[in-house]
C-alpha cells in the first residue's frame, strides 16, 4: 500500500457534450480559396508600421460619437436646472432700456 501524503488529487475528467451542441461549422465546402488567400492579411514581425496601423483600427470605436452627443444634452439639461434654481434672469440680454 503507498502512501499518497504529498500528492494532491487530480480532478475528475468527463467528456461530455451539451445535449443541443451542433458542433463547429464547416463553413461553405464549395468554395475554393488560393493558398495565399490565408495569408493576404497577415504583416512580418518587423513591419511596425502596418502593425500599428492594424492596432490603431482595432482600437478605434463609433460608438463615442452617441456618448458624446448624449453627454452635451445632460450638460445643458443640468445647466438649464442650475439657471432656473438660481432664478436667472433672460432680460439681461435684450436691448430695451
Known amino acids: 500500500m503507498k502512501l499518497k501524503i504529498?500528492?494532491?488529487?487530480?480532478?475528475?475528467?468527463?467528456?461530455?457534450?451539451?445535449?443541443?451542441?451542433?458542433?463547429?461549422?464547416?463553413?461553405?465546402?464549395?468554395?475554393?480559396?488560393?493558398?495565399?488567400?490565408?495569408y493576404k492579411e497577415t504583416t512580418n514581425a518587423i513591419d511596425f508600421g502596418s502593425q500599428w496601423a492594424q492596432v490603431r483600427e482595432s482600437s478605434r470605436t463609433r460608438g463615442n460619437r452617441e456618448i458624446n452627443k448624449r453627454l452635451l444634452i445632460i450638460i445643458?439639461?443640468?445647466?438649464?436646472?442650475?439657471l432656473w434654481i438660481i432664478d436667472f434672469d433672460l432680460s439681461i440680454f435684450s436691448n430695451q432700456p
Open 6 to 38: 504529498y500528492k494532491p488529487r487530480k480532478n475528475a475528467r468527463y467528456n461530455y457534450t451539451p445535449r443541443y451542441y451542433k458542433g463547429k461549422d464547416a463553413g461553405n465546402i464549395y468554395s475554393f480559396d488560393s493558398k495565399f488567400n490565408k
Open 76 to 82: 445643458m439639461v443640468l445647466v438649464l436646472i442650475f
